[in-house]
């Protein structure tokens, strides 16, 4: 039973234009999400994080958006890099250290 | 300063056999985790070591695994008689000590295990 889904396995994006990561969860007890970034033969690490009590989260090129009615969540790169190309993770938690982790989302950026 | 370090990066090893993995987190980090990533799925929580708390070991698969974390610092994360569906990659995290369980989780870059 998976609580954390990330639908799609990859996911094509031209350089320089806007990459859209989305993320579904089933367990409403979620309140704090994180996405991670993952690049071959090295661990995930730590990209942005957003709580249940807000929206919206921005940092830089990256914005996490959280739509609680939906149980959805997405992250936008823009304007998107060759160096933004990794394996994308969602991973949320219910107020503890146990984070649940959607499969990735592979991104590759074409120059 | 360093990072979260593990060893072997690679271990190949037939079904039978008892393997050990062993994770060096970020010096002064309280709370470590080992994770296992099985190919095409999420990272699948095993175990957390907070301080001196007993551990929370509620994500082991089956008695076959183990994990110690000896003075607070390095863990070891043992696996006996090994059966093919333990091959996967073995995460381990490590995050500062602070409130809350929200912090962020440093991880190192996985030992593969692949078991024929």
């Known amino acids: 039973d998976q609580q954390v889904k990330q639908n799609s396995p990859s996911l094509s994006v031209q350089e320089g234009r806007i990459s859209i990561l989305n993320c579904d969860y089933t367990n409403s007890m979620f309140d704090y999400f994180l996405w991670y970034k993952k690049y071959p033969a090295e661990g995930p690490t730590f990209l942005i994080s957003i709580s249940s009590i807000k929206d919206k989260n921005e940092d830089g090129r990256f914005t996490v958006f959280l739509n609680k009615s939906a149980k959805h969540l997405s992250l936008h790169i823009v304007p998107s890099q060759p160096g933004d190309s990794a394996v994308y993770f969602c991973a949320a938690s219910r107020g503890n250290y146990q984070l649940i982790w959607g499969a990735g989302t592979k991104l590759i950026i074409k120059p | ?116």
């Open chain 2, 1 to 116: 300063g360093a990072g979260v370090s593990q060893s072997p990066s690679n271990k190949v090893t037939e079904k039978g056999k008892d393997v050990e993995l062993r994770c060096d987190p970020i010096s002064g980090h309280t709370a470590l985790y080992w994770y296992r990533q099985s190919l095409g799925q999420g990272l699948e929580f095993l175990i957390y070591f907070q301080g001196n708390s007993a551990p929370d070991k509620s994500g082991l698969p089956s008695d076959r695994f183990s994990a110690e974390r000896t003075g607070g610092s390095v863990s070891t994360l043992t696996i006996q008689r090994t059966q093919q569906e333990d091959s996967a990659v073995y995460l381990c995290a490590s995050s500062p000590p602070s409130s809350g369980g929200r912090d962020t989780q440093y991880f190192g870059p996985g030992t593969r295990l692949t078991v024929l």
